[in-house]
């Protein structure tokens, strides 16, 4: 028989494994962007799953993946990667940035670059 103290210590030494495992398994998604454009501009999520969102900025100018309420709502693997309050990522020109997510909750949330919202660089994002 396991002795209740036993069976904690097993618990609190099999959690760590198990969140590594989630990022270890995260699924890759790419958003490519360009000036002033997402490519895709539609993301599509599954609650609950982990997922390694790389943006990589292919234009001239710096972009951001701004994407207050999901972004929120995510678990984030590394929060240094938020910017300007948690609301988004700051992509600079030629570079790109990894993030680990777990998605949030079902629902339609929205993509901008805060830069170049004006020239329709907007996008969407859905967790199903
Ligand atoms: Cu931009």
């Known amino acids: 028989m ?10 609190v030494m099999t959690l760590p494994a ?15 962007m360009v000036d002033n454009r997402f490519q895709p ?3 599509t999520f599954q609650q609950g799953k982990a997922y390694e969102l ?22 984030i693997r590394d929060k240094g990667l938020l910017a300007n309050g948690g ?4 992509i600079q020109p030629g570079t790109s940035v990894n993030i680990f997510l777990i998605a949030p909750a079902k629902g339609a949330y929205d993509l901008v670059c805060a830069d170049h919202d004006w020239d329709g660089m907007v996008g969407s994002i859905t967790v199903d």
């Open 41 to 43: 501009d539609h993301l």
């Open 18 to 32: 198990r969140a590594a495992d989630q990022w270890a398994q995260a699924q890759a998604v790419t958003v490519v």
């Open 2 to 11: 396991i002795k209740p103290l036993t069976l904690a210590l097993l618990t």
């Open 87 to 90: 609301t988004d990522i700051v």
């Open 54 to 75: 790389r943006l990589e900025n292919h234009g001239k100018d710096m972009h951001e993946f701004t994407a207050p309420a999901f972004l929120k709502a995510s678990t």
